[in-house]
């Protein structure tokens, strides 16, 4: 049994993370100062696009990202059941009807059959989730999205560092080639931590402006943007906005991290390719399968329970101190979807049945091959005294 407790998820960070912060808590600025537009440019830059906005949480990047989409009430935006529940409240916030589309079995994303299914009249944007790390197929869904003159903004918060191929070529998720926005978290769990925050990337100048404009009130002071100029203390507030500022401190630390990004993939990698050889031919447990056009980033390792006790699976890790967890409930099965626009179980039969047999197991870059090995060894002994 492992000794001590490893959770399902983690930070890394290291002395140079330290450092970085140290030096901005002892400069002049702590709210939005120059670190942000540094971080923001080297964001952007390593996603491939043309801007990023940094704000105080991936929640918040949502939340803006559908502001400027335009979604509004009498509005229908798609997105998974299977994600957290903040993919769909943004849809919510904006007064639009959050509208589900089921999954794909295979991968845990979202089915782009499933999507055209859920078509309205009255839909206006699609918000995929790339699921544990692995980018949905972006290609579809691109073309369906063109098709119906539909507003896509990814939620690619388990997803950074993560590509996908289209028509042979290779895209870095982030780059909205094939999207209006991509949104990111910054949550300690996630690739990489600056505490709490989130970021927007996208190509397109218009939405940059008015991201930028809604993080801070709705308020801008560039004399070029304004309609008067009453003199050098004039600000002019032009939208309702909001605070949804990030930290001088906190992106000195997201940027020191994003240096060491493409290693924490590799390594994040490389423990998922340790799972799937020890786990893929065991007849008790199901693997999402990584799609041919997509290199996952594994924020998440799930394996299903089949012909188990999924309860008792979970129940006996997590009394071998192994720090399993479930992503995630069926976000159209919750008390408020449920009470405010009439989901139902049995609405999306697959999800409901992948939510069934779904436990995470932990992964992260800090994680020893001595705790790799402490897990396998755990769901191997956990699997055959439920099985016998
Ligand atoms: C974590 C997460 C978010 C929200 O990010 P926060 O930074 O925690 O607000 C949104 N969508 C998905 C899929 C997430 O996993």
């Known amino acids: 049994m492992s000794s001590r407790f490893i959770p399902y998820g983690h930070h890394s960070l290291g002395a140079d993370d330290i450092q970085a912060v140290l030096e901005v808590l002892k400069s002049d600025w702590l709210t939005q100062g120059p670190m942000v537009q540094k971080f923001e440019e080297a964001f952007a830059a390593y996603c491939g696009a043309r801007y990023a906005v940094a704000v105080s949480s991936g929640t918040a990047a949502l939340h803006l990202a559908a502001l400027a989409a335009g979604f509004t009430p009498g509005d229908e935006v798609i997105t998974s059941p299977i994600t957290f529940v903040a993919s769909a409240n943004c849809v919510a916030y904006v007064g639009a009807r959050p509208v589900f589309a089921d999954i794909d079995s295979q991968t845990g994303c979202i089915d782009v059959r499933e999507i055209s299914r859920r078509l309205t009249p009255a839909t206006k944007g699609i918000i995929p989730v790339h699921f544990a790390g692995q980018p949905c197929a972006m290609g579809a869904v691109a073309v369906l999205a063109r098709e119906h003159g539909l507003t896509m903004i990814e939620d690619a918060a388990h997803a950074l560092g993560s590509s996908y191929l289209v028509d042979g070529e290779e895209f870095r998720t982030g780059c909205c080639a094939h999207s209006d926005m991509t949104v990111f978290s910054l949550h300690p769990v996630k690739h990489i931590a600056a505490g709490e925050g989130g970021v927007i990337t996208t190509n397109d100048e218009n939405l940059y402006q008015q991201l930028c404009l809604l993080r801070s009130h709705g308020i801008t002071r560039d004399v070029g943007r304004m309609e008067?100029?009453?003199?050098?203390?004039?600000?002019?507030?032009?939208?309702?906005?909001?605070?949804?500022?990030?930290?001088?401190?906190?992106?000195?630390?997201?940027?020191?991290?994003?240096?060491?990004?493409?290693?924490?993939?590799?390594?994040?990698?490389?423990?998922?390719?340790?799972?799937?050889?020890?786990?893929?031919?065991?007849?008790?447990?199901?693997?999402?399968?990584?799609?041919?056009?997509?290199?996952?980033?594994?924020?998440?390792?799930?394996?299903?329970?089949?012909?188990?006790?999924?309860?008792?699976?979970?129940?006996?890790?997590?009394?071998?101190?192994?720090?399993?967890?479930?992503?995630?409930?069926?976000?159209?099965?919750?008390?408020f979807y449920r009470e405010n626009y009439g989901y139902r179980a049995g609405d999306y039969p697959l999800a409901e049945e992948y939510y069934r047999h779904a436990i995470t197991i932990p992964l992260y870059p800090a994680m020893s091959d001595n705790d790799v090995d402490l897990v396998i060894e755990a769901v191997y002994r956990c699997v055959k005294a439920l099985s016998s």
């Open 228 to 335: 008067a100029n009453d003199g050098p203390w004039y600000y002019e507030m032009q939208a309702l906005g909001f605070n949804y500022r990030i930290t001088d401190f906190q992106c000195a630390l997201a940027l020191s991290q994003l240096k060491k990004l493409d290693a924490f993939v590799a390594r994040r990698r490389a423990i998922a390719t340790k799972y799937r050889q020890a786990f893929e031919s065991n007849p008790s447990l199901g693997l999402l399968a990584e799609h041919p056009d997509a290199r996952s980033s594994y924020h998440l390792f799930v394996i299903l329970s089949l012909g188990l006790d999924r309860s008792g699976l979970f129940r006996d890790l997590r009394e071998r101190n192994i720090g399993v967890n479930v992503h995630y409930i069926p976000v159209h099965l919750q008390p």
